[in-house]
């Protein structure tokens, strides 16, 4: 039995290689794979690396932590303003807070990374951050979020239309100030929508700007798939629940299908992040390849969040999740979640 804290290396010098049944990386399952960690991130990952290391040995399958790209847990009155419709300054990591209990239900369902999104209400909400579950800030200002649906509507309040919200949009891009002007230089964009209309018109906004970044919250967005090719958009999927349409199931496969990054987000007072892993499987039995399906709960997703999140490559930061069986088995639990190498998650000992 391995005590926890011998699990993180304590200084840069140290080095432990961890060996599971079964390690898997975005292109492959190892079997008795290795991973060598080193003051707290991967240096190396395969059967035989980390030669002369400490090993240490434990039974499951080994992974990268899951990503989800979109959730306001800890955010509190960050999330809304109800007194803006344009927050382009405010960034939401300044209402994460890392010693809220109610992280742990994430950690529990093997989720190392998060995307923090406002919630919906203003026409320009924020900037987005990724932050680890009772952690690290991995990204401060991660996206600018764009709102393109009616929740950005407000009796009495400019703007009250769709014309009048892009004309509001295309003046404070002309005038290239505060987050805007950080678009300009490149950072991503985080296009809110939820219907099809709403979505094309989000799409053609970031490509009369050339802007890159992800559509979120349009359950199909499959439909749209050509478009967001052309635009070279990722898009940010709802989870799925049991009596979820099971036609946004196979809008995911579709958009998979046509070679569109992806990922899913999480209103975790709605749904448990467990729905992760329930969606993933939804989606794999409406045709979407299994590699696909775990990458966009993993890697793909942490690509979108401008980050190595959800990565065993080499310079990740040892994020890792051990599970009982395959985790895309729904029947498999999470049995340990380390966190730049420290355990977080599970017993004392392995």
């Known amino acids: ?22 390690v898997h990386t975005a292109d492959a399952a190892i079997e008795n794979g290795r991973v060598l960690i080193r003051d707290g991130r991967i240096e190396a ?3 035989d690396v980390g030669a ?58 093997g989720v190392t990374a998060v995307l923090l999104t406002p919630e919906a209400g203003a026409l320009v909400g924020g900037r987005t951050a990724v932050v680890k579950p009772g952690g690290a800030v991995m990204s401060p200002r991660a996206h600018l979020d764009l709102c393109f649906s009616t929740a950005a509507f407000r009796d009495g309040v400019a703007p009250s239309s769709y014309p009048g919200a892009l004309a509001m949009l ?53 439909d749209l798939a050509p478009e967001l090719k052309e635009a070279g958009l990722a898009v940010i999927l709802p989870p799925l629940g049991p009596g979820s349409d099971p036609r946004h199931a196979a809008s995911a496969a579709a958009l998979a299908k046509a070679g569109v990054p992806m990922g899913f987000s999480l209103d975790a007072k709605k749904a448990s992040p467990t729905a992760l892993r329930f969606t993933a499987a939804q989606c794999m039995k409406a045709g979407m390849p299994r590699a696909a399906a775990w990458s966009a709960l993993t890697s793909q997703a ?28 729904l029947t498999s639990r999470v049995e340990r979640v380390w966190i730049d190498g420290a355990a977080v998650h599970g017993g004392d000992d392995q």
């Open 170 to 222: 295309e003046e404070h891009m002309a005038g290239g100030a505060g987050g805007f002007g950080l678009i300009k230089d490149g950072l991503p964009v985080h296009l809110s929508a939820r219907t099809r209309a709403e979505g094309l018109r989000a799409i053609a906004f970031a490509q009369r700007h050339g802007l890159k970044g992800a559509l979120s919250g349009v359950a199909r967005a499959g």
């Open 45 to 47: 990952v395969g059967p």
């Open 52 to 109: 002369g290391e400490r090993l240490i040995e434990v039974e499951g399958h080994l992974t990268a932590g899951m990503v989800v790209l979109g959730d306001r847990t800890s955010l509190g009155a960050e999330a809304r303003d109800e007194t803006r419709q344009v927050m382009d300054t405010a960034d939401l990591v300044h209402g994460y807070d890392a010693e809220s209990k109610d992280w742990a239900p994430f950690l529990e369902a």
């Open 302 to 329: 942490g690509a979108i969040s401008g980050t190595t999140a959800g990565s065993l490559a080499p310079g990740s930061a040892a994020d890792l999740v051990l599970w009982s069986g395959d985790p895309l088995d």
């Open 1 to 22: 039995m391995v005590p926890r804290a011998q699990l993180a290396p304590g200084h840069a010098d140290d080095a432990v290689v961890v060996q599971a049944t079964m």
